[in-house]
């Protein structure tokens, strides 16, 4: 058995320092016995000769400098790992927490992970239909790909979250196996509650693995929470050979409690607090992410952030977009026209989307009419404006045609109902409908055979 | 033997050894029973304090840190193309087949295949005296560069032997050099250059020939010169990557160098793909023949990203040296600031600017001062062109690393997140871009392309400009209360737009045009705008003038006319002569 130190020297908000310390190293996890009974887990985030600077997982209450005896376990924070993880539910430190006793396995994961090499890498091209027509027309996502859902407060995120994996793990009924793995970092029980329940319904939930950091644990555990996630999907993808769709939410939360540790640490703050490595850890979660070449199976991440003041340029969406390939931009304004999924297509966008349709994936025609729908919406945005000036009555006859373009593309094309599940063709074919409503000149982005072939001016459909 | 430290204290990357080891600045060091690599970043009489390339978790107190005596640099010789490596010159395909799908700590590989023999023609005599930059030796690369070995630049002297053309490694002696002191040196095909000093060079010219890419709003817009620097500011989603992508795929630079620093692993993995298939239109041999990839991605360590960018610009200069033309594609610089960052916030230095590190702005001069049009210590002529993406904080271009990189960079290419949200692409906004290179690149225009060149092209953007003037009235009143000449430029200038400046990188013939058609098409627009004029001028209303489908037509000539095709241009004109006969004929 290791040694036990008695007593610490400092405790200063989640850190402790403990002095005297031999042969311990870097990301060690160590274990705390407070008052003889009380069991706390921690992990050595400095190191300078004998002195260690320790981040309690659980929170520094009840410990004082005396009472708490501290044992090195001699590894960095590891998670067992077996297939049996599907269908259990885990504390944010990955602690079984369903009452179902612990996962018996000799597998055991460092939850920091390793990069990726890219020459390993495969690139993404596999489509995943949503049956969302906003996703899967205009931000299409692909197997593989990490793309963060941009939300704020009061917005459907969750319910649009949910409708993604009913939708996309029903949809193509193929024998190929899928799994979920839903790590909550901070958020309400309801929030935890309404995913369980979901998942149920949809009868997924025993290939489901939960990870729950609810808005009462413990802030320093939120930090781990994604990491024990993101090793058991890479566990589960690229050893169980499953295709993974990790569910995290919020990020927000996750950023907010790098800011407190790094605050009480003494760390000289960037952006907003943040600390600079805000870049850094947050890559170390999204790239994650992807397809290895040779090896059967996938980890897709849907990250779910609030954007505080439902700023894009907060340091969290702004630095998560420089990461992620793509992101949905969830919108309040939409949301109050009842439109659902409320998402302002104009800020969304899917990186890999270019390659992973169009012929032999979607349709030959994809691309063009994506990027006829995203300008011509974008000029619906220039007509509005001028509405808003110089009334709807005195705008230009192509002007008016915008406006009811746009009106129809809001509640017709991005609104859906929460069941519904439109195929790709059907996405497709309503694009080309509403297209339909302006002059064939005004359609600048589609390819002069693509027009010719699909085009149908209104007008001469209703004869 | 090697001086050796004992580890101290360790926080992240940052390694903290006790008492003066002796070391040297930017000496490259040996940390831990795990051998990774690291660099000596301070010294005090107390301390000597390490920046350490790889993850140091399991690092622990009391282990042992070994000095190299060389400071960090990278190996330069044949196989340096068609390669992909991480920040210090690690090929990952080595460590991909050394431990697999995850890059692990400590790997040691070697930086070029040491194995493997090129067909070496050497090109010196025994007594010839040689410089610094004599080319020695000759090898096929690829099938499209040949690679030029070189006597180290700070050597000279009189070649005592040489070997027989064959096949040789980098690492067998190619000639004997004796020095003026009498001290004798094997000369080899690779040579070893410290990544943070620039490689020397007889003298700077001038820009005198632009770097041709293909992207019209670019070649004809503002151009980059051979061995000049840009910026790419934007907001994410906006195209940068895509835009370097372009660059680097079509222009007619005879080497690439690639850095991907801090961004995404699937996007260098793209890279490699796609380069690896698609050929490039000057040589017909493969893109990744003339290409290097480096890879720091956003997860692999912070340090070795900081150091992927002086990585790539050295690999870039030793390829200058043989008389190349390179054009450096850095992507983001802004994530190299933020790995500047981060270290300098863990050497508790005094932040300044938005906790950047006050040198902030040197390093970056620095970098950019790398590039160049120059003449080699060989007198042959090469070139580094550097172009470098800034990803600014919420698309915000007064944040300190786009505005001191403005600074040091003569072209800038602003992104625009309007014309990207309308999926305008290449969304480089034409009123904040600009290029000082214009002036400097006119004469090669004239004699090039067309004396007409640079006239077009300023009338071009003096109808985008005028255009942004008369929007702020129709975002007032609406267009239609306009006089029909006002209407008429605002009709060109959308001609402009979307025929000309957005071009379509996934089409076969949009996706890469030729000078001649970019003027072509510029011409084809501005006769279109004259005799426009004309017909507005005699009172012709400008409904008149849009019941013809000519301006569609015009709009379209980037899909329509073949890039094989340009005598199809004609028709074009005619059909423009011809509008105007009709438009006159019918409202007489």
């Known amino acids: 058995m290791s040694i036990e130190y008695l007593g610490l020297s400092e405790i200063n908000g989640p850190l402790v320092v403990l002095e005297g310390v031999r042969n311990a190293f870097s990301e060690e996890i160590v274990e705390f016995t407070v008052n003889g009974s009380e069991k706390k887990l921690g992990r050595i985030i400095a190191l300078y000769e004998d002195k260690a600077i320790i981040q309690v997982f659980e929170g520094t209450d009840n410990m004082s400098l005396v009472n708490t005896h501290t044992q090195l376990t001699g590894h960095p924070m590891e998670v067992a790992l077996s297939p049996d993880i599907l269908g259990r539910t885990f504390n944010g430190i990955g602690q079984p927490i369903d009452g179902l006793g612990n996962i018996p396995s000799d597998i055991r994961r460092n939850i920091n992970g390793l ?156 952006r907003k607090g943040y600390p600079g490595y805000l870049y850094s850890e947050l890559a170390t979660l999204y790239e994650r992410a992807g397809i290895v070449q040779g090896v059967e199976g996938s980890v897709t991440q849907i990250p779910i952030l609030t954007m505080p003041n439902d700023d894009i340029t907060h340091p969290i969406p702004d630095l998560t977009g420089y990461i992620t390939e793509g992101q949905i931009v969830l919108d309040r304004s939409l949301n109050g026209q009842a439109i659902y999924p409320p998402i302002n297509v104009l800020p969304s966008l899917s990186r890999l989307m270019k390659d992973g349709i169009g012929e032999g994936y979607t349709r030959e025609d994809h691309q063009d009419v994506a990027n006829q729908l995203f300008s011509c919406y974008a000029k619906v945005g220039d007509a509005r404006a001028l509405a808003s000036v110089i009334g709807e009555d005195e705008l230009s006859p192509i002007d008016k045609k915008y406006l009811k373009f746009g009106e129809r593309f809001e509640h017709e094309f991005v609104g859906q109902g929460q069941s519904e599940n439109r195929t790709i063709q059907q996405t497709l074919n309503l694009g080309w409908e509403l297209l339909g409503m302006l002059p064939k000149e005004e359609l600048d982005r589609v390819d002069t055979k693509i027009l010719d072939k699909y085009y149908q001016p209104a007008e001469e459909k209703k004869e | 033997m ?72 990278v190996v330069l010789g044949p196989g340096i193309l068609h390669n992909i490596f991480d920040g210090i ?176 692993g699937n996007e260098m993995t793209q890279v490699l793909e796609e380069f690896g298939q698609l050929k490039d239109p000057r040589t017909g041999s493969l893109l990744m023949e003339r290409t290097a990839l480096i890879a720091n991605t956003s997860n692999m360590p912070v340090a070795a990203r900081e150091a992927s960018i002086y990585t790539g610009v050295t690999l870039a200069e030793y390829y200058r040296d043989m008389g190349y033309d390179v054009a450096i594609m850095a992507d983001s610089t802004s994530r190299w600031a933020e790995a500047l960052r981060e270290l300098s916030g863990r050497l508790e230095e005094m932040p300044a600017e938005e906790g950047f590190p006050a040198y902030l702005a040197s390093r970056l001069s620095a970098f950019y001062e790398r590039a160049g049009h120059m003449q080699n210590l060989n007198g042959t002529e090469g070139s580094v062109s550097i172009i470098g993406a800034v990803s600014p904080q919420g698309g915000d271009f007064s944040e300190p690393v786009t505005q001191n990189t403005k600074r040091f960079v003569r072209c800038f290419w602003g992104l625009d997140k309007g014309l990207a949200y309308a999926r305008h692409y290449p969304a480089i906004h034409w009123l904040t871009s600009y290029s000082e290179y214009l002036g400097d690149l006119a004469p090669w225009y004239k004699n090039n392309v067309s004396p007409k060149f640079v006239d077009d092209r300023n009338q071009l953007v003096a109808i985008l400009n ?106 074009y004109n005619k059909a423009i002569d011809k509008f105007y006969d009709d438009v006159l004929a019918r409202n007489a």
């Open chain 1, 115 to 270: 990069p990726l090499n890219p020459v390993a890498r495969e690139y993404p091209r596999n489509f995943i239909q949503t049956g969302i027509s906003a996703i899967d027309g205009l931000t299409t996502l692909i197997r593989g790909q990490k793309l963060p859902i941009f939300s704020g407060d009061g917005l459907p995120h969750n319910q649009l979250a949910a409708q993604i994996v009913r939708q996309a793990s029903l949809g193509d009924g193929s024998n190929e196996k899928f799994a979920i793995v839903f790590a909550a970092m901070g958020v309400k029980y309801d929030v935890a509650e309404y995913f369980r329940r979901t998942f149920e319904e949809s009868g997924a939930s025993d290939h489901v693995v939960m990870f729950l950091n609810l808005a009462n644990d413990p802030v320093v555990e939120r930090l781990i929470t994604p990491k024990v996630a993101l090793t058991a999907a890479e566990y589960l993808a690229f050893e169980c050979h499953m295709h993974i769709l990790v569910i995290m939410t919020d990020i927000t939360s996750f950023a907010e409690a790098m800011r407190e540790v790094s605050s009480s640490k003494g760390e000289i703050p960037s």
């Open chain 2, 89 to 264: 010159e690690r090929p990952l395909s080595e460590i991909a087949a050394k431990s697999g799908k995850y890059i692990t700590r400590g790997v040691s590989v070697d930086s070029l295949d040491t194995h493997k023999k090129w067909k070496t023609h050497v090109t010196v005599k025994p007594g010839q005296q040689v410089t610094g930059g004599t080319i020695i030796a000759e090898v096929p690369e690829t099938s499209a560069i040949t690679h030029r070995s070189m006597v180290p630049p700070n050597l000279s002297g009189e070649i005592v032997s040489v070997v027989a053309d064959g096949e040789y490694t980098i690492t067998e002696p190619i000639a004997v050099l004796r020095q003026a002191d009498g001290t004798e040196t094997e000369l080899k095909l690779a040579q070893k250059w410290p990544i943070r000093i620039p490689r020397p060079a007889e003298k700077r010219f001038p820009a005198s020939a632009p770097l041709v890419t293909g992207q019209r709003i670019l070649d004809t817009l503002f151009p980059i010169a051979k061995g000049g620097t840009a910026a790419i500011p934007g907001g994410f989603g906006t195209g940068k990557t895509m835009t370097q992508h372009q660059i680097a795929k079509w222009a007619d630079a005879d080497i690439i160098i690639y850095i991907g620093c801090g961004e995404r």
């Open chain 2, 2 to 73: 090697a001086k050796t430290g004992v580890i101290y204290g360790i926080n992240g990357p940052v390694i903290y050894l006790k008492g003066n080891t002796g070391f040297e600045m930017s000496e490259m060091v040996y940390v831990g029973k795990d051998k990774l690599v690291g660099e000596v970043i301070r010294l005090n009489k107390d301390t000597t304090t390490i920046q350490c390339f790889e993850e140091t978790t399991g690092l622990a107190p009391g282990e042992i840190v070994e000095a190299t005596g060389d400071a960090v640099s």
């Open chain 2, 466 to 571: 005028t255009e942004s003037s008369l929007m702020e009235i129709v975002k007032l009143i609406g267009s239609d209360v306009l006089p029909d000449d006002q209407k008429l430029v605002l009709q060109i200038a959308k001609v402009i737009r979307v025929g000309f400046l957005q071009q379509n990188a996934f089409h076969p013939e949009d996706t890469c045009v030729p000078m001649k058609k970019q003027f072509l098409m510029m011409e084809t627009i501005l006769h279109l705008y004259r005799k426009s004029r004309e017909l507005v001028a005699m009172g012709q209303p400008m409904s008149v003038l849009l019941e013809d489908p000519i301006f569609d037509k015009v709009t379209s000539i980037k899909y329509d006319v073949p890039n094989d095709h340009l005598e199809m241009f004609d028709d």
